[in-house]
């Protein structure tokens, strides 16, 4: 069936380096892609999001690249800082207003000082 | 703005009690409402989506008589976990989504933690 998964379950690096989170997503479908941050012993909480008539889009310090023909979403973290350190989650929807969000397996951040 | 409030944060009963979770739009309307259920180290899986003034809409293999939702206004649901069992026991989500808005985020609670003994 459709799947929206990560490439990596952990992820370590070093205070003020950048970040790189991929995902790939298999719905081709999907028009609607969110980034959520989880905390231990939180909900997740918002990032960034993109549709898909854009490959690009930049928040304060975060940037998300969508590239469509391969299906890969990235979430890119800048100047990595210790509260950076969570599991992130890709999630996509499809098209349609009762369409659902599916969410990938989630990878562990940690930033090390 | 969008501040989605659950309550309470942390449960603990015996074996065969009803537990009854909140979840509250407070700064926003939301005539969709979603019920996840999160074991240690995984993803989210959906259970159901709660719809203000209808049924909610249970996903594959959840109970519906076992996962009582109720929602009532556009700024509350609950979510009732009947005669609840060791096995019940996981950290329960809710999310909202904003009224009338399409692809929009979801804004989630910060999580119930279920523990039964």
């Known amino acids: 069936g459709e799947s929206v998964g990560l490439h990596l379950p952990t992820l370590s690096v070093q205070e003020g380096d950048n970040s790189i989170i991929n995902c790939a997503y298999s719905n081709s479908a999907s028009d609607y892609f969110i980034w959520y941050k989880q905390e231990s012993g939180k909900g997740p909480q918002f990032i960034i999001d993109?549709?898909?008539?854009?490959d690009k889009r930049q928040g304060q310090r975060v940037t998300v690249l969508l590239n469509k023909t391969v299906k890969h979403l990235s979430l890119q973290i800048a100047a990595t800082q210790p509260g950076d350190s969570a599991v992130y989650f890709c999630a996509e929807k499809g098209t349609g207003a009762n369409s659902k969000l599916t969410f990938g397996k989630g990878i562990t951040l940690s930033v090390r000082p | 703005g969008a501040v989605v409030s659950q309550h309470p944060s942390w449960v603990i009963c015996k074996s065969g009690t009803s537990v009854k979770i909140e979840c509250r739009s407070l700064?926003?309307?939301?005539?969709?409402m979603f019920w996840y259920r999160q074991f240690p180290k995984q993803s989210l899986m959906l259970m159901a989506t709660?719809?203000?003034?209808?049924?909610?809409?249970?996903e594959q293999g959840v109970e519906k008589d076992k996962f009582l939702i109720n929602h009532a206004s556009l700024t509350l649901s609950t979510l009732t976990v009947t005669s609840a069992h060791p096995e019940d026991s996981s950290f329960y989500i809710c999310s909202a989504r904003l009224a009338g808005v399409s692809n929009q985020p979801q804004h989630f609670g910060d999580g119930t933690r279920l523990s039964i003994l």
């Open positions: 993109i549709r898909s008539n854009m």
């Open positions: 709660s719809n203000e003034g209808s049924k909610a809409t249970y």
């Open positions: 700064d926003f309307q939301a005539t969709t």
